[in-house]
């Protein structure tokens, strides 16, 4: 997938990406309109569909809140790619099907560099700076989790199937 990619930095953390003051808000929709408001004013009115977060060490510190990597999904990023995540963050992300990354290279990606990340194939191309990073490929039931649109999903599938 391609994106355009919207860059943070170190300790991102998860009152910066949905603050609390919002979190009476129970439409996922509405609650989304106010991702990463605090670091990024305009992130909602920039974002579009398949853009990327990169960010550095520690993205989504803080409190454990599911919120957090929910309104990053309900905007319609395609993935969040840092040098390394929080583990509560990284848990979450992947249980409401939000691709998350490690990258050791994420600091020489900028803001608005065009990346496609190839999950089956563990590359990430910056088309931006002609340059490709190696990642992890994710496990087949972490794919199959994702693909699903989350842990929720992807046991309602297995328990239907």
């Not at 509405?30 to 569909?49: A, Q």
Request: charged share 30%; glycine share 6%; aromatic share 10%.
């Amino acid at each position: 997938m391609v994106g355009k990619v919207f860059k943070y930095g170190d300790n991102v953390d998860t009152d910066v990406i949905i603050p609390a003051r919002y979190l009476n808000i129970s439409d996922v929709c509405e609650l989304s309109t106010h991702c990463m408001e605090d670091i990024d004013i305009n992130f909602v009115k920039k974002v579009n569909k398949d853009d990327i977060i990169v960010a550095g060490y520690n993205f989504g510190c803080g409190s454990s809140r599911e919120h957090a990597p929910l309104v990053i999904k309900e905007n319609k990023v395609s993935c969040v790619i840092a040098k390394s995540f929080a583990r509560i963050f990284y848990r979450n992300s992947i249980n409401i099907g939000l691709p998350i990354i490690e990258c050791d290279k994420a600091d020489e990606i900028d803001n608005e560099d065009i990346l496609n990340v190839d999950f089956e194939k563990g590359i990430i191309e910056n088309r931006t700076k002609n340059k490709k990073y190696n990642i992890n490929v994710f496990p087949d039931f972490i794919k199959k989790i994702i693909s699903s649109g989350g842990l929720m999903s992807y046991a309602k599938e297995q328990y239907n199937g």
